[in-house]
């Protein structure tokens, strides 16, 4: 899947990550979500997945876009 294909729920591409700025929360077009951000090692995750860190405002700023 593209990044092209996926809806971002914040930031305006002028963070510190320049354009991509991460960290973000993006929807898909079947209603899930991808979320970017700083790679963490809390704990290891199950083969096939990864975990991501981000602050709790980004998950904010994503669910007043979604209006919940």
């Known amino acids: 899947m593209a990044r092209e ?3 971002r729920l914040n930031g ?3 963070g510190t990550c320049g ?3 991460c960290p973000n929360v993006y929807r ?6 991808v979320v970017q951000g700083d790679v963490s090692d809390a704990f290891k995750a199950p083969d096939g997945e990864g975990l991501v ?3 709790e405002e980004t998950l904010r700023e994503a669910v ?5």
């Open 53 to 55: 860190e981000i602050p």
């Open 28 to 33: 898909t077009a079947s209603g899930s979500f």
């Open 64 to 68: 007043r876009a979604l209006g919940w």
């Open 5 to 7: 294909e996926l809806t």
């Open 12 to 14: 305006n591409g002028s």
């Open 19 to 21: 354009k991509d700025d």
